[in-house]
């Protein structure tokens, strides 16, 4: 299941794949995907996929498994909580013009790196 | 495996019209190279420009930096895969522009290319400054895509960078370094005493703009092997990442590895340098499960005593980053990590996505927050207007005066995590 707040994304994986369309920030998308981690949906991406920085790019799309399996994930819960105080710790240093002031010019350019990123690593 | 390495230095670069080296001098037929890249169909054009330093210019944005080199006997050629075939390189004899690269610029994603200043306080954080750089601004046919342009962009500076390096093929080198990695057995034969040390080099996977490639491969297929140092240095990986220019290794790093220039240094005196274990840096967390296991299993296998670690990027990778350590150690082999640091402007944060104990020894390239000053320039090759946009710039951060005030992580090559970068605790 991918779990995101980039519409490219949506649309191009919606009729092929399980998608939760978040409407809200990156970090609301961490949070979402920590939520599912720990009810026991397995971690499939690496929540900060990529080099932009959290700061930056205003989107993000993690993979987590369809449904919930058994067992402890503790690795995974570990990695998106760290991830979550990544995106907060860069939260500190919030730019004016990014992240969800970017412009709409950046914002698609953001978009585009998120879908390609997540595309090179779904079809690899 | 056993490579010799000549050094040609290269203490100028002009425009004249039979490209040459003549004397320490490298000369460029501008129409001739122009002509070789713009075969490629997806080019619209080609300007080439020449950098020295000291020389009032700033280059933006910046792709790739790349050292010209030519295989002058032993097999193979430079860059398997790309501009030669896929022969195993790394012995016989390869010749250098030392001093010289080839710097690539183009606007593929506006927001994540860097800065290379030939002068003032910028030149300081970058080791491109010093280096005598053709540097090509590669403009792509209207609609093409980000990653055909990245490609294009890649091939253009791999086949500009060949095409210097062969007019070091018939030149008597001024100096001559000679690298020898033994088999395993002659190894432990030659040296029973010294501590067995090998070096884990991840690279950049993540995907598109962010790939890397060895004889032609996308490093995030690949299963973690062993490659021969002296691989390295013809060319066996090249860079094809686009972002995060302080910390991503240029093909210039991939050829010039500090790691492995020291390890061989050492090799033989204070220790046996065993070999290099390439691994990947992919976002799927079964590839991290993966290759951290076979990297672990790989050091085991080869009995070592320690393993130097380096990183390529930021967050994703910083996990790869942890567990090949964690799993390195747990096999008894001791290891020290290099990576870089995003510790805020103020340097109080903590500087990785990832800890653990196993990660006692660890050297920085720098912080990549630290916000910097940097004078105007009176020429600019490239584009400037990306410098608002770039990673560690911010709007307003080209101020009109031509002056720039942004983080570090704007400079090409600044916190390298090779170590091949200038800043110094000292």
């Known amino acids: ?124 | 495996m056993k490579l010799e390495v000549g050094y040609i230095p290269i203490r100028d670069i002009q425009f004249g019209p039979t490209s040459k080296v003549d004397g320490n001098v490298l000369y460029v037929n501008q129409d001739e190279l122009s002509r070789l890249l713009l075969q490629d169909e997806a080019i619209e054009s080609v300007a080439l420009d020449i950098a020295r330093p000291g020389e009032s210019v700033r280059i933006t944005p910046v792709k790739d930096v790349i050292e010209p080199r030519v295989k002058v006997h032993g097999g193979g050629g430079i860059f398997p895969g790309w501009c030669a075939k896929v022969d195993t390189v790394g012995s016989g004899r390869t010749n250098v522009l030392k001093g010289a690269a080839v710097v690539t610029a183009g606007k593929i994603v506006g927001f994540q290319e860097g800065i290379i200043d030939m002068s003032g306080e910028g030149a300081r954080y970058t080791p491109f400054s010093t280096l005598n750089n053709l540097v090509l601004v590669v403009e792509p046919k209207q609609g093409l895509a980000q990653h055909a342009y990245e490609k294009t962009l890649r091939l253009a500076g791999l086949k500009a960078a060949e095409y210097l390096g062969k007019l070091a093929a018939d030149i008597e080198a001024e100096e001559v370094h000679t690298y020898e990695t033994l088999s395993l057995l002659e190894g432990v034969r030659a040296y029973p005493d010294l501590p067995r040390v090998g070096y884990v080099l991840m690279l950049q996977s993540q995907g598109l703009l962010h790939d890397t490639y060895v004889y032609g491969v996308d490093a995030k297929q690949i299963i973690p092997t062993l490659i021969s140092p002296t691989e390295l240095m013809d060319g066996a990986i090249i860079s094809g990442n686009c972002v995060s220019a302080c910390d991503k290794n240029t093909t210039y790093h991939h050829l010039n590895n500090p790691v492995v220039q020291d390890l061989f240094a050492e090799h033989g005196k204070t220790l046996n340098f065993v070999g290099v274990i390439i691994t990947n840096e992919n976002v799927f967390l079964a590839d991290k499960m993966r290759s951290s296991d076979r990297t672990a299993e790989l050091c085991g296998y080869l009995s070592l005593d320690g393993a130097i670690i380096s990183q390529e990027g930021f967050g994703n990778p910083d996990t790869d980053l942890i567990m090949n350590c964690r799993k390195i150690e747990a096999k008894g082999i001791k290891t020290v990590i290099i990576t870089d640091e995003y510790a805020g402007q103020d340097g109080a944060s903590q500087s990785l996505a990832d800890a653990d104990e196993a990660a006692d020894a660890v050297v920085t390239g720098g912080n990549a927050n630290e916000v910097i000053h940097l004078p105007a320039m009176e020429r600019i090759i490239g584009s400037i207007d990306a410098v608002d946009h770039i990673a560690g710039g911010w709007s307003g951060s080209l101020n009109e005066d031509g002056t720039i005030t942004a983080e570090l992580q704007v400079i090409t090559g600044a916190t390298n995590e090779l170590g091949f970068n200038t800043l110094s605790a000292r």
């Open chain 1, 1 to 124: 299941m991918i779990i995101t707040n980039n519409p490219a994304v949506t649309a191009a994986y919606e009729q092929m794949k399980n998608v939760r369309y978040v409407e809200g920030s990156y970090r609301d998308v961490l949070v979402e995907v920590r939520n599912l981690v720990h009810i026991g949906h397995e971690l499939v991406t690496h929540p900060l996929m990529g080099s932009l920085k959290p700061n930056e790019t205003p989107y993000r799309s993690v993979v987590v498994s369809d449904e919930p399996v058994q067992g402890c994930h503790t690795e995974a819960i570990l990695i998106i909580e760290e991830s979550i105080a990544v995106f907060d710790r860069f939260a500190r240093t919030a730019r004016p013009d990014r992240g969800a002031h970017a412009s709409e010019i950046a914002k698609r350019d953001f978009r585009e790196i998120d879908l390609s990123l997540l595309k090179s690593a779904l079809d690899a």
